[in-house]
């Protein structure tokens, strides 16, 4: 099975890269829904929620058709500042008006958070309500999966040399060791993520040139960023700006849908 080769599209200002990440993710949301009347989105925490604001009063989008799901989430309560979710409500749903009906942002269940276990099981089974028997796919086909890169090459919550990138089983996996605070947390799995139809990467600034480097110019070193390859006929990006790509050699693709 082949898999896709990253695409990488750079950028000169912050503005242009969130005005160009907010037009690729109208385009694949329209023609997911044109497909199947729903669009299927995982989205990251960390520095990523703040680059979608390109996509507030943007034209096309569909909120009341999207599915939003996390790529990773902390075992913290929702409002906890270092909640993924919590985030995203602060950067982007807060500004929606309620365009995206609550019910479509699922988010962990805040009454497990002391048991990692079933509150791991029960976010699966959230992922299972919407995707089983849907593409009779063993893993879910998310329209989108939007992942960020950590200075130390991890995405979601798969971190360099953890056993969890070997889940080859689970949807939704966690970890109580992560090496970057908070410990407890859970991961969409790598597999889940290769299965996705699209994938793509943000990346800004100057701390992120060597570890971006690395993984577009030595994918053989298997970062967990680099292993990020979803099969035929998935796409992989990475909308970067030009201080995070000062350094790759890796060639550019002048951005236009
Ligand atoms: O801990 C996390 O880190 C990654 C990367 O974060 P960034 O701030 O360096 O962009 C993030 O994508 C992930 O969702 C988060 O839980």
Redesign the pocket.
């Known amino acids: 099975m082949t898999s896709a080769t990253p695409v990488l599209y750079s950028f000169p200002s912050s503005d242009l890269l969130t005005e160009s990440l907010a037009t690729y993710i109208t385009k694949i949301q329209k023609e997911a829904i044109n497909k199947k009347g729903r669009f299927t989105i995982a989205i990251?925490?960390?520095?990523?929620p703040k680059t979608l604001r390109g996509l507030i009063g943007k034209p096309g989008v569909k909120w009341d058709k999207w599915h939003v799901y996390?790529?990773?989430?902390?075992i913290v309560p929702l409002d906890d500042p270092e909640s993924?979710h919590a985030l995203c409500e602060r950067e982007l749903f807060s500004h929606l008006g309620g365009a995206l009906p609550a019910a479509q942002i699922h988010h962990i269940d805040e009454s497990l958070l002391g048991d990692i276990e079933e509150l791991t099981d029960a976010y699966e089974g959230e992922l299972i309500k919407e995707f089983a028997n849907k593409d009779a796919a063993r893993f879910p086909v998310f329209d989108l999966v939007l992942?960020?890169?950590?200075?130390d090459g991890?995405?979601?919550?798969l971190f360099p040399g953890h056993p969890l990138l070997s889940e080859a089983d689970r949807w939704v996996a966690y970890i109580e060791d992560?090496p970057?605070p908070p410990p407890k947390?859970i991961?969409l799995t790598l597999r889940v993520i290769n299965h996705a139809a699209h994938v793509a990467f943000?990346?800004s600034g100057d701390g992120?040139k060597d570890t971006l480097r690395t993984i577009l110019d030595e994918p053989e070193q298997g970062l967990p960023c680099s292993r990020v390859r979803p099969a035929h006929p998935g796409t992989v990006s990475w909308f970067v700006d030009d201080a995070a790509s000062a350094l790759t050699k890796y060639a550019r693709t002048q951005f236009g849908v």
């Open positions: 990251s925490g960390g520095s990523l996390y790529a990773d989430e902390r993924n992942l960020g890169m950590g200075p991890h995405t979601a919550s992560s970057k947390r991961t943000v990346a992120k």
